[in-house]
């Protein structure tokens, strides 16, 4: 008999994170995900600054928490000295698509075997609301007040960039607006882990959150704002995939 | 104790030479060193570079007034010139440089380096040539010195090793 | 052993790697680049890894995930792009991680130029990144020292684990001396690293390399317990050379190749009938502060003259040394010029 039991991988630290935010979801599936491959005694994660800043007292690795930006670069080295060991970076859009856009970039270009869980919810968090990278047009922020439009640029399709790169082995954009979802990006999470597991090379899982605090929504109009706005902007599939590649090859 | 300056166009082997000429002391168990300038230029721009070769402690590796003064081209004369040593040896390479050195108080050998290595097999060995008439006349390093020196500065390209070391016994022979 | 003829940068590489630096991160500026250039055919003949950056931030930032795992790991670069690395020193500092970085000065500030310096000293030895904290700075004076001192500094760093810096200029980079390079370390030989990451098997704490004390009581009892470490590196490490000071009336205060300038030029004065001598801080940090004070206290002793390659920085330690007991006196070149010891022994005899 199947029972559910809360994955060893995560610790019994309650999450900080604000009601009906996603990111304790995406923690779940990201310590699920290793605890299945039986691979917890081997990895090493990585934190970013942003809200899941304190990831490294939920998960229950060896965990770095790095500079802002600095998660890929810093994973670079760590994956360097321990190349089996797994090491995932789990960041935020500020962290990603922003700061850190030279990091994530070049890790890819470079094919560097790491994973990089990325977590798009459009907006700064921790700081209280203000616009990121990921922003859509229209939505407001706390430095684009009247929504934001051409005057503040356009906001940056990390997947779609990356797949244009040789070095990237696997880019998938998935969200977390519904169980179906939910269940689909642990599926792109478990594939981006075990492309590393294989030592296939880059990938990374970019996943749809909501930020209800921030966006000044319920937790439930939030989950609706994903499926009718920012999927729209940041449509959901996989955008490169070697192993595909190879197959139709 | 010797403090050399070796100074002339990129590309004329300037600071090849004074590498050879340090590597050679430093087997006959001297303290050296050896201070390029550098920088943007390449090929065909200035370059020099101070050699010290000495029984002791070398201290500071930036010479004020050397004693040896190398010349390979005239701009290099006159940045030089006026601060050689008294009683110091100024060698000019009388094959580019078309000045006469005025000061009376310094010693000048004129060497007509590139002609005499051109005839010799190679106008490229100019500058050891050049370290030929150097050794010789200051009794800076001695031939096996560097003829080991120049084993070590063309290690990388060794068919040209014996034209090096012929054309660097020639000058030393002639001076 | 038979001495080689190496550049500075060379021996710096060559060091490292014998020390057991098996990481290396960096990105091109001159006059360092030897130091990657030669890292990149080296590090692969030994199984170790080079990683050209895609910027001095990523560099840093690698070397603190290599070190952080355990790895004996290592940056260098000039300047400016020193200035770029100071958030992850600040950050390396801060959780434990040993590390070494190379700054091959020239001159600031700006884009400067590639000409040798010492503007530096500020960044390198008052912390340069944000917060509290310390660097053990070295300031080698030769190809030799630049040798030793980057071999040692990873024995140091993992020591204390602490980020420890190389300072020294473009000239010292650029020229080439004799050197006896050390042997080469056996790796497995070298202490355990039970706090560096590696995958947690359950057995003790889990290990977590992090800066972030968010809790000011916290992030205080941190930064004492740093401080604590600063004053046990000042009792332990200290290294500083005394040329000719037993009987000196003017003592010269000179680090990295300036002080061999002041070797020169100290030569000369005494043949001129001027007693003058040389207090050289090996280390920048911690400062040798002690012999300093020590001369300072002599009635022969008249006057310090500090002698740098900047406006006056290494000055103000020197000042703090003699705590007002002395005249300390400044003579300095920028821009890239490098005085000579002419230039030295002439301003000491002008007795200004």
């Excluded at chain 1, 290793?34 to 690795?61: M, Q």
């Excluded at chain 1, 994956?79 to 698509?97: N, S, T």
């Excluded at chain 3, 040798?116 to 080698?140: C, E, R, T």
């Amino acid at each position: 008999m199947a029972v559910f039991h809360k994955t060893k991988d995560l610790t019994s630290k309650p999450f900080h994170y604000c009601p009906g935010c996603t990111h304790g979801i995406v923690h779940r599936l990201v310590a699920e995900a290793i605890e299945e491959f039986g691979v917890s005694e081997k990895t090493i994660g990585i934190a970013p600054v942003g809200c899941s800043v304190f990831a490294y007292d939920y998960f229950n690795f060896d965990m770095a928490e790095a500079a802002h930006g600095r998660a890929p670069a810093m994973a670079t080295g760590i994956k360097r000295v321990h190349p089996d060991c797994l090491v995932f970076c789990y960041q935020g859009d500020g962290d990603l698509a922003s700061i850190g856009t030279a990091e994530t970039v070049h890790a890819a270009c470079r094919g560097e075997n790491i994973t990089i869980i990325f977590i798009n919810n459009g907006i700064y968090g921790m700081t209280g609301g203000q616009m990121a990278p990921t922003t859509i047009m229209g939505q407001k922020a706390t430095t684009c007040p009247n929504g934001r439009s051409g005057i503040n640029g356009y906001p940056i399709k990390i997947c779609e960039m990356l797949a244009t790169q040789e070095g990237t082995y696997y880019a998938e954009r998935v969200s977390t607006h519904n169980v179906k979802q939910v269940l689909n990006a642990k599926r792109a999470i478990k594939k981006a882990l075990k492309n590393q597991i294989d030592k296939k090379g880059f990938s990374i899982v970019e996943v749809l959150t909501n930020c209800p605090t921030n966006w000044h929504m319920s937790p439930q109009d939030s989950l609706k704002y994903i499926e009718e706005k920012v999927i729209l902007y940041y449509p959901l599939g996989i955008f490169k995939d070697k192993d595909a590649e190879v197959k139709n090859a | 104790m010797h403090k050399i300056i070796i100074a002339g166009f990129g590309g004329q082997g300037i600071l090849l030479m004074g590498q050879i000429m340090a590597y050679s002391a430093m087997t006959e168990g001297k303290e050296v060193s050896w201070m390029p300038s550098y920088g943007p230029e390449m090929r065909g721009g200035t370059a020099n570079c101070a050699v010290i070769i000495s029984e002791g402690m070398v201290a500071s590796p930036v010479i004020s007034r050397p004693d040896v003064l190398v010349i390979m081209n005239n701009p290099s004369l006159y940045k030089f010139i006026d601060r050689v040593e008294e009683g110091g040896t100024v060698f000019v390479n009388s094959s580019l440089v078309d000045v006469k050195v005025e000061r009376k108080d310094v010693k000048v050998v004129y060497v007509r380096a590139n002609e005499d290595a051109h005839e010799l097999g190679t106008e490229k060995a100019a500058n050891v040539y050049m370290m030929g008439a150097v050794s010789k006349v200051c009794g800076v390093i001695s031939p096996e010195s560097a003829h080991r020196g120049i084993e070590h500065g063309f290690s990388s390209k060794p068919k040209l090793i014996y034209l090096n070391k012929k054309i660097f016994d020639a000058a030393f022979e002639r001076f | 052993m038979a001495r080689q003829l190496i550049k500075g940068n060379e021996a710096i590489a060559e060091a490292a790697v014998r020390s057991g630096c098996r990481y290396y991160f960096g990105y091109p500026i001159t006059p360092q680049s030897e130091i990657p250039e030669y890292m990149s055919a080296r590090l692969s003949e030994v199984g170790g890894t080079f990683i050209q950056a895609e910027s001095e931030i990523s560099a840093i930032n690698m070397v603190y995930g290599a070190a952080a795992a355990g790895g004996r790991a290592m940056t260098s670069s000039s300047s400016p792009g020193i200035s770029l690395k100071q958030e992850g020193i600040s950050y390396i500092a801060a959780s434990d991680v040993p590390c070494v970085i190379v700054n091959v000065m020239r001159a600031g500030p700006g884009l400067g130029g590639i000409q040798p310096s010492q503007g530096d000293y500020f960044q390198a030895v008052k912390g340069g990144g944000h917060g509290d904290y310390k660097l053990i700075v070295y300031a080698p004076s030769s190809v030799q020292e630049a040798a030793d001192y980057t071999y040692k500094a990873f024995d140091v760093a993992d020591k204390y684990r602490i980020p420890v810096m190389i300072l020294c200029d473009g000239l010292l980079g650029q020229m080439m001396e004799g050197v006896e390079l050390p042997p080469m370390r056996d790796l497995s030989a070298l202490p355990k690293k039970d706090w560096a990451l590696r995958g947690w098997d359950r057995n003790g704490p889990r290990r977590i390399i992090n800066s972030l004390r968010i809790q000011p009581d916290e992030l205080e009892r941190y930064i004492d317990g740093l401080y604590k470490k600063y004053d046990a590196i000042r009792q332990n490490e200290i290294e500083v050379e005394e040329y000719l000071c037993d009987d000196a009336e003017i003592i010269l205060a000179a680090y990295g190749i300036v002080a061999r300038i002041c070797k020169g030029a100290i030569l000369k004065l005494r043949k001129m009938g001027i007693k003058a001598g040389l207090i050289r801080p090996i280390t920048l940090f911690p400062f040798p502060e002690d012999t300093f004070a020590m001369h300072a206290e002599k009635g022969s002793v008249k006057k310090f003259v500090s002698v740098e390659l900047s406006k006056g920085q290494m000055i103000e330690d020197v000042r703090l040394a003699i705590g007002g007991k002395k005249p300390v006196a400044f003579y300095g070149r920028t821009g890239g010029n490098v005085m000579n010891e002419d230039d030295v022994a002439s301003f000491i005899a002008g007795g200004k």
